[in-house]
C-alpha cells in the first residue's frame, strides 16, 4: 500500500532525482568555477579595415565545342541504341539510369555538368543540346569591374 492509501503497481517505486556532481575539467578547475570567471572578462576586439585580397580564379567557364550536335548525337545514339525516335533530339530522357549515363558522359568529356538545380529540366535530348550549347562566362562582379573603363577618379587595385 502505498502512502495516502493507494495501491503501488510493480515496478513504480519512488523515484530520486540526483543531481550531477560539477565536472571537472582536465586543468582541474571546476566548469562552473570556469563559467563564473569568463563573465568578468571583458574582451576588447579591435576593429581593422576589410581588406580587398584578390579573390582566387574560379574555373567554371564554359565554351562549348564547335561539334556539340555531333558529339551529343554519337553519344545519344550510343546509350539509347535502337530505341530512338527518327530526330534524335526529340529522345525523350525519362528512363533516370540511361539519363544519368547521358549526363555523366558529356560532363567527363566536357567537363562541365548540369547543376542539380536544372536536372529536372533535361527531358529530352534537345533539352541536353540547349544547355550545352550555351557558353557560360565566369567572371566575377570584381573582374568585371576591373576590365570596365571606370571614370579616371576610381581606381580598383588588389592586394597580392
Not at 550549347?133 to 562582379?141: E, F, I, N, Q
Request: net charge neutral; charged share 25%; hydrophobic share 30%.
Amino acid at each position: 500500500v502505498a502512502p495516502g492509501g493507494g495501491q503501488r503497481r510493480a515496478g513504480q517505486g519512488r523515484r530520486w532525482r540526483l543531481s550531477a556532481p560539477p565536472k571537472i575539467l582536465l586543468s582541474g578547475v571546476c566548469r562552473k568555477e570556469e563559467k563564473e570567471g569568463e563573465a568578468d572578462k571583458i574582451v576588447h576586439e579591435e576593429k581593422s579595415e576589410p581588406s580587398l585580397i584578390c579573390p582566387p580564379p574560379r574555373s567554371r567557364s564554359y565554351l562549348p565545342p564547335e561539334d556539340i550536335q555531333s558529339c551529343l548525337e554519337s553519344h545519344v545514339k550510343e546509350i539509347f541504341g535502337p530505341s530512338l525516335p527518327d530526330n534524335w533530339q526529340q529522345t525523350p530522357l525519362k528512363e533516370n539510369r540511361l539519363k544519368y549515363r547521358l549526363l555523366a558522359q558529356l560532363a567527363a568529356e566536357l567537363g562541365h555538368t548540369v547543376p542539380n538545380s536544372q536536372l529536372h529540366l533535361m527531358c529530352s535530348a534537345e533539352d541536353v543540346l540547349n544547355f550545352y550549347s550555351t557558353p557560360v562566362k565566369d567572371a566575377s562582379k570584381f573582374e568585371e569591374l576591373c576590365a570596365a573603363e571606370l571614370p579616371p577618379n576610381l581606381k580598383i587595385t588588389w592586394e597580392q
